[in-house]
T-cell receptor
Framework: GDSVTQTEGQVTVSESKSLIINCTYS????????LFWYVRYPGEGLQLLLK?????QKGSSRGFEATYNKETTSFHLQKASVQESDSAVYYC?????????????FGSGTQLTVMP | EAAVTQSPRNKVAVTGGKVTLSCNQT?????MYWYRQDTGHGLRLIHY???????EKGDIPDGYKASRPSQENFSLILELATPSQTSVYFC????????????FGPGTRLTVL
């Protein structure tokens, strides 16, 4: 089956420092899955942060970037300078059409804490 | 403004009791989804629907039922709640266009004692 792996459950970064949150995926059913990063701020639902549907392309939003790397099956999230307001839980996800439902397969999430 | 809303936002239930979680969307999307999210796990799909009158099993349907009486509403039903169903539940809507993005509600925190 398909899966998404986020190796860091929690990441703490000082304000204005750079950030990378790792995401790798595995798929047996789709050659080129759609890839997503969602963010969940405290007390809120998940919001789409960025998506990339073409291998080799980069997505960006709110200063965050992620590049769809088919060779390494990775979709790491990066930001050059984080702010305290970026503190949230970040989920990497893969779009799976094979089941017919177009469900999203989520990683376990990474809790980002930005220290002032 | 298009949105997905959920009620209640918090619920405490007793073991063996019946629980109904409600979801309403104004996105006019055909597809709706129920996920649960537990610490150390990503969101896992419980049930989904292609439209009014349709419900389908997701990856972890045991112990849950779903109902889609209209385009806008999608309910998750726990007929006999158990402590293992303590979790945060998210509803989402989505459509095939737009890269199959899904739009999520704020979540319902359910505690079964």
């Amino acid at each position: 089956g398909d899966s998404v792996t986020q190796t860091e459950g929690q990441v703490t970064v000082s304000e204005s420092k750079s950030l990378i949150i790792n995401c790798t995926y595995s798929t047996t059913s789709i050659a080129y899955p759609n890839l997503f990063w969602y963010v969940r701020y405290p007390g809120e639902g998940l919001q789409l942060l960025l998506k990339v549907i073409t291998a080799g392309q980069k997505g960006s939003s709110r200063g965050f970037e992620a590049t769809y790397n088919k060779e390494t099956t990775s979709f790491h999230l990066q930001k050059a300078s984080v702010q305290e307001s970026d503190s949230a839980v970040y989920y990497c996800a893969l779009g799976d059409l094979s089941s017919g439902s177009w469900q999203l397969i989520f990683g376990s999430g990474t809790q980002l804490t930005v220290m002032p | 403004e298009a949105a997905v809303t959920q009620s209640p936002r918090n619920k405490v239930a007793v073991t063996g009791g019946k629980v109904t979680l409600s979801c309403n969307q104004t996105n006019n999307h055909n597809n709706m989804y129920w996920y649960r999210q537990d610490t150390g796990h990503g969101l896992r799909l419980i049930h989904y629907s292609y439209g009014a009158g349709s419900t389908e099993k997701g990856d972890i349907p045991d112990g849950y039922k779903a109902s889609r009486p209209s385009q806008e509403n999608f309910s998750l039903i726990l007929e006999l709640a158990t402590p293992s169903q303590t979790s945060v539940y998210f509803c989402a809507s989505g459509e095939r266009t737009g890269g199959y993005e899904q739009y999520f509600g704020p979540g319902t925190r359910l505690t079964v004692l």
